[in-house]
């Protein structure tokens, strides 16, 4: 069986890492490089890093800074931001990156998809779709951080990057983004539905349940930023969690937290006799919110 990847996602503005609130909000917190060699020694399976205001700066993540990414990076890594034509596209691979994540040019250039899946391989490229809920219940998709709107729906934006050649497609919910309240299920579940390629979930994890739920949803994949920045989760107990539960996930580091319960929060303790036991936070299920 294949196993379910655990993507972690750094989101740079400005050069500084940051925890993003609904596309909207944006709170510091350190450099990217930290960033990325947490995830990488705690046992990510992938990292996704997106310069989110590249694209409004005309301009995509420069070769040095990718360089040094990668240097913290043992794992595979994507770069996206800006990215516009082909030779932006090989200038990130050859900077160390094996994927380039493109957002807007699926709209504004879709031939950069195109003929960058041809030269490089459709393994390269991940459309990164992002979408909004609208008050008729549609969920259409945005582009430029969310500002600009493109007029079509996830689903047909999809099924479009698809067409252009593009070999994953990375759907976050702007609603979704920063609140804890787990991924949007239909969301992810209408754009699993049209396209053959890999989908990766992203957007509200705020327990590894909500991690649990997407993959229900027939995702190859499932991503957080703010979950691994601002919880005690490491990557390697929310393994241990989804791997206690059945969930077929890459568990392969000396820590295993195997022995240790967890509570409805997904968190871990120990008592002062050495009995392991669970700290007491309470889950709040999604259809109780």
């Known amino acids: 069986m294949l196993k379910t990847r655990i993507i972690g996602v750094v989101l740079v503005r400005e050069g500084i890492a940051v925890q993003s609130i609904g596309f909207r909000q944006y709170l510091p917190i350190g450099t990217p490089e930290i960033a990325i060699g947490y995830l990488d020694r705690w046992g990510i399976d992938e990292i996704v890093v997106l310069e989110i205001d590249a694209t409004a700066s005309r301009r995509c993540p ?86 600009r709107p493109t007029g079509l729906t996830a689903q047909q934006l999809a ?37 053959r390629i890999p989908v990766i979930a992203c957007g509200g994890a705020g327990h590894p349940e909500h991690m649990r739920a997407a993959m229900r949803c027939g995702v190859s994949a ?12 490491s990557v390697i107990i929310v393994k241990q969690y989804l791997k206690s539960l059945g969930e077929p996930v890459r568990l392969d580091s000396h820590a295993t937290y195997r022995s240790f319960r967890f509570n409805d929060a997904g968190r871990t303790g120990k008592r002062d006799d050495g009995v392991l036991e669970a700290l007491r936070f309470h889950y709040v299920p999604e259809e109780r919110i």
């Open 222 to 233: 499932v991503a957080a930023a703010n979950f691994f920045h601002f919880t005690e989760h």
């Open 159 to 195: 099924q479009r990057a698809e067409g252009l050649g593009a070999g994953e497609i990375l759907i976050t919910s702007i609603d979704r983004d920063g609140s804890q309240r787990g991924y949007d299920l239909e969301l992810i579940q209408g754009v699993a539905d049209v396209v």
């Open 62 to 147: 420069l070769a040095d800074r990718i360089r040094s990414y990668a240097q913290q990076c043992q794992v595979p890594l994507s770069v996206g931001g800006g990215i516009a034509q082909v030779s932006d596209v090989e200038r990130i691979i050859r900077a160390g990156a094996d994927k380039v994540v493109i957002n807007s040019a699926i709209v504004t250039a879709p031939e950069t998809i195109s003929e960058a899946a041809r030269r490089f391989g459709t393994q390269c490229i991940v459309a990164s779709i992002d979408v909004r809920l609208e008050a008729d219940g549609t969920r259409m998709a945005f582009t430029d951080s969310g500002v």
